[in-house]
């Protein structure tokens, strides 16, 4: 079957239910698994070098707060075209982070292809989950899909067993610098499940941009930074813009050594099967439990109050 993926969460899943081969399309961010998607044909590009720009110009150019402007995302209908695609995947979710619904039909409208588009619009935990089994009936291998989803939950259980009965510490979680921007969907699970109190979010909300007063009036024990589309790197580089906030000294996460760093992009913006891994190095950063395989030096940075990067593992 000729798959192309309009979505990185759902490329992710392609190759979960080992159909990376079959993969004929994909969009410039569809990284995971690097081995698979290497050679897949791009269909979609920048509109703008997001390298180059600060979290606020980058908010700034995608229509601000409300998050209405311009998609990071342009679709090459004509190499989509060419690519004479049986299936598409796509999502109605969010118009910023991924080619919109809209689009992508209009473009398939004139394919002379029988071509199936299949949004995938998960809000919680269990709809990531249940995505796979979603994808997996239209690509045929819905058995491989349902066994793949419960060993996925047979984790996440895992998690919450082994954190179960621990002191429960506050935690905020941070999707965007600027403006301050508190991550929903999933992670409130994610936190959760990990034996952690999610503030300022609970789960499958889509947020809205917060003041810095919030987070100081919440007083989380645990800070997680993990911006939407950024690795730990590039959110490094921005740094400054809590660092520098006003009263960040006197945050009980930064003066107990709690403020984290994470891989966004890898475990928690993407509603794919990885959130799964989202949850594991959660429950090492919450409780110093490893869930799974050992926590690496990438997924998990401490921020020191001064600014100070190092490794949490």
């Given at each position: 079957m000729r798959i192309v993926s309009l979505l990185p969460a759902a490329t992710d899943i392609v190759a979960e239910l080992g159909l990376a081969a079959d993969l004929v399309g994909r969009t410039h961010e569809c990284d995971w698994p690097p081995e698979a998607v290497a050679g897949v044909p791009v269909v979609t590009a920048a509109d703008f070098s997001a390298d180059d720009m600060t979290s606020r110009e980058i908010s700034d150019a995608v229509g601000g707060a409300s998050h209405s402007g311009s998609s990071l995302y342009a679709l090459d209908a004509q190499a989509l075209g060419a690519l004479a695609p049986?299936?598409?995947?796509?999502?109605?979710?969010?118009?910023?982070?991924?080619?919109?619904?809209?689009?992508?039909?209009?473009?398939?409208?004139?394919?002379?292809?029988?071509?199936?588009?299949?949004?995938?619009?998960?809000?919680?935990?269990?709809?990531?989950?249940?995505?796979?089994?979603?994808?997996?009936?239209?690509?045929?291998?819905?058995?491989r899909a349902e066994r793949r989803r419960e060993e996925l939950r047979a984790r996440l259980t895992k998690v919450e067993r082994l954190t179960a009965g621990r002191p429960r510490p506050r935690v905020v979680a941070i999707e965007w610098l600027d403006p301050l921007w508190p991550a929903g969907h999933w992670v409130p699970e994610q936190i959760t499940c990990a034996g952690g109190s999610p503030l300022l979010a609970a789960p499958g909300e889509h947020t809205r941009p917060m003041e810095w007063s919030a987070v100081r009036a919440a007083r989380p024990d645990v800070l997680l930074v993990l911006p939407c589309g950024f690795s730990p790197e590039r959110t490094l580089r921005e740094r400054g813009l809590l660092t520098?906030?006003?009263?960040?000294?006197?945050?009980?996460?930064?003066?107990?050594?709690?403020?984290?760093?994470?891989?966004?992009p890898a475990y928690f913006n993407r509603p794919g099967p990885r959130v799964v891994r989202g949850a594991e190095v959660l429950a090492h950063v919450l409780h110093s439990v490893e869930a799974g395989a050992p926590v690496t030096a990438g997924e998990a940075i401490r921020l020191s109050a001064a600014g100070t990067a190092r490794s949490g593992t």
């Open positions: 049986e299936v598409v995947l796509t999502q109605d979710l969010c118009e910023v982070c991924a080619v919109s619904y809209g689009s992508v039909s209009r473009a398939v409208r004139v394919l002379e292809a029988d071509t199936k588009v299949l949004s995938l619009e998960p809000r919680t935990l269990g709809d990531v989950l249940d995505c796979l089994v979603t994808v997996g009936t239209l690509l045929g291998v819905p058995e520098e906030l006003p009263g960040w000294d006197a945050l009980p996460a930064v003066r107990g050594d709690a403020v984290w760093v994470l891989d966004g």
